[in-house]
């Protein structure tokens, strides 16, 4: 794929562009740009970062409740067959 292709991309793929040509051609600019708003950029990743980590949570609890739920289903066919 050619950084030409990025450009057409939708959304954001316009400004990847931009980011990655300036990066290409002048990279000192492109740290003082980012930079710039360091609090910004830490609150963005910190976020980015909790909203996996309680994506993890939820996906780890369902899976220990589905667990559950499946292991009381079989202990009570088995009591309805042998009692």
Not at 15 to 36: D, H, P, Q
Not at 37 to 47: A, E, K, S
Request: hydrophobic fraction near 50%; glycine fraction near 10%; proline fraction near 2%.
């Amino acid at each position: 794929m050619s950084a030409g292709n990025v450009r057409d991309w939708p959304l954001m793929g316009e400004r990847l562009y931009a980011a990655w040509s300036l990066a290409s051609s002048n990279f000192t600019e492109l740290l003082k740009r980012v930079r710039a708003r360091p609090v910004g950029n830490v609150r963005l990743c910190l976020g980015k970062v909790a909203s996996v980590g309680l994506g993890l949570v939820s996906f780890v609890a369902s899976v220990i409740i589905a667990g559950r739920r499946h292991q009381l289903l079989v202990s009570r066919e088995a009591l309805a067959t042998n009692g």
